[in-house]
C-alpha cells in the first residue's frame, strides 16, 4: 500500500529552520520520521496565515515553497518531489519518499490566473479556497460570513482551477462555499483536513451532509489527527488547562527560532500539551469509521494537519507513528484492502481523477 498524508505545514516548520534531512526532537515531521513511519508521501502544504494579504501573501507562499524545494533537493538521495499519482508510484519504486506542494490559503493568488499558473507550473497541486478568515475567494468555517459562500472570484476560480487540472480543497470552508463548490466543480474535490462534525462539534469539521456531497462528486474526506477536532472534551481540558494563554510563546519561538531561551520556552509548553488528557488512536479512527459510514470507504484519507498543531492525539506525536492507525484499523475489522484505500489510495486517485 501508498500511504499518503493529505496536508501538512511543513513548509512553515523549514523556514524555522528545521533541518528535515535530521530527525528533529520535538518535530511533528521531518524525512527521517516519515521514513520510520512508512510514510511514502505527503502534501507540503505553504500555509499563508490570514493576517498576510496581498503581495505579502504571494510572497509568503513563494518564500515556503523554494524552502520546501530546496531541502527536497538537498536530500536529492533519500526525497523527491511528485507532480501527480504517478510520481509518487515511481518515487517508490525507486525507494524515494515523495512530496507534493499544496498552497492553503488562496489568498496567495491574489484573484490572478497568471499567479494560479505560476504556483501549478512549479509543482502546487492543491490550493485549500480558504484559512481561518474570509478571503477573496470566499467565506471561511471560521469568518464573519462575508459572500454567504463562494465570492464572485471564486465562481471563476473554480471552473479555472478545473480547466488547469487542479484539485481544489475545502478545508477550512464554510458549509456554504462547501456548497457552492459542490456545484460549480467538474471534478472531485477534496478536503483535506478536519473530522466529522457527527462526533465532535469543532465548526472546521464537516456535516454529513457535505461528506456525502464530496463523495457523491467522487473526492475525499480526510481525518486530521487534532485533538480539538476529535473530541469536544479536549476542548475543555485545553480552556481549563490555561495553557491556551500561554501559546503565545509559540509566536516568540517562530519569530526567533534560534534563541534558546524561547526554543526552551516552546518545548516546556509542548511537554505540559503532551502531559494533558488527549484522545488518541482509537478516536481518530471513531471518525475515520464514522466518514466511511457516511461516504463509503472510496472517499476516506488522512490528512494530519502535523506541523501546524500545537498538540497531536495521544499515540501519534509525530509522523513516525502512522503505523498505530493501522494496527488500529485491523483491530477494528478493516481489510488490508480498505486499509490501503484509506491510507493513500483514494487520494492519489482523485489527484488522477483532477488530471483527466
Ligand atoms: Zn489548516
Not at 538537498?74 to 508510484?89: M, Q
Not at 465562481?155 to 462555499?177: C, F, G, K, Q, Y
Request: with cysteine; hydrophobic share 45%.
Amino acid at each position: 500500500m501508498i500511504v499518503l498524508d493529505a496536508h501538512c505545514d511543513a513548509p512553515s516548520q523549514m523556514v524555522r529552520l528545521r533541518d528535515f534531512a535530521l530527525d528533529n526532537a520535538f518535530a511533528q515531521v521531518d524525512f527521517p520520521k516519515m521514513a520510520r513511519g512508512g510514510v511514502d508521501a505527503s502534501f507540503f502544504a505553504a500555509y499563508v496565515p490570514a493576517a498576510l494579504t496581498g503581495q505579502a501573501a504571494t510572497d509568503w507562499a513563494r518564500k515556503l515553497l523554494d524552502e520546501a524545494q530546496r531541502q527536497v533537493a538537498a536530500c536529492a538521495g533519500s526525497v523527491a518531489l511528485a507532480r501527480c499519482a504517478g510520481g509518487v508510484r515511481r518515487n517508490r519504486r525507486a525507494g524515494l519518499t515523495s512530496v507534493l506542494l499544496g498552497i492553503e490559503n488562496a489568498s496567495a493568488l491574489q484573484e490572478s490566473f497568471d499567479l494560479l499558473q505560476e504556483f501549478h507550473r512549479r509543482g502546487v497541486r492543491y490550493v485549500t479556497l480558504t484559512h481561518s478568515a474570509d478571503n477573496q475567494v470566499g467565506d471561511s468555517c471560521t469568518g464573519q460570513g462575508t459572500w454567504g459562500g463562494l465570492s464572485p472570484f471564486g465562481r471563476r476560480l473554480i471552473p479555472e482551477m478545473n480547466r488547469r487540472r487542479m484539485l481544489i480543497d475545502v478545508a477550512h470552508a464554510a458549509d456554504s462555499t462547501i456548497r457552492d463548490v459542490l456545484a460549480l466543480s467538474e471534478r472531485p474535490i477534496a478536503y483535506t483536513h478536519g473530522a466529522c462534525r457527527a462526533l465532535a462539534s469543532h465548526r472546521r469539521n464537516l456535516p454529513d451532509e457535505l461528506i456525502r456531497g464530496i463523495a457523491e462528486r467522487g473526492g475525499v474526506v480526510c481525518i486530521s489527527i487534532y485533538p480539538p477536532f476529535l473530541d469536544d472534551a479536549f476542548v475543555r481540558t485545553l480552556a481549563e488547562s490555561g495553557l491556551e494563554a500561554r501559546l503565545s510563546v509559540e509566536d516568540a519561538f517562530i519569530k526567533d527560532p534560534a534563541d534558546p531561551a524561547k526554543r526552551a520556552a516552546w518545548e516546556a509548553v509542548q511537554r505540559e500539551l503532551q502531559a494533558l488528557p488527549r484522545p488518541g488512536v482509537a478516536r481518530i479512527v471513531d471518525h475515520i469509521e464514522h466518514a466511511v459510514g457516511v461516504a463509503g470507504v472510496d472517499h476516506v484519507g488522512i490528512g494530519t494537519d502535523y506541523d501546524g498543531i500545537e498538540v497531536t492525539a495521544a499515540g501519534l506525536e509525530d509522523v513516525s507513528r502512522f503505523p498505530a492507525l493501522w494496527d488500529e484499523m485491523r483491530r477494528r475489522g478493516f481489510s488490508r484492502g480498505d486499509i490501503s484505500r484509506i491510507a493513500g489510495g483514494n487520494f492519489l486517485r482523485v489527484l488522477s481523477a483532477v488530471r483527466k
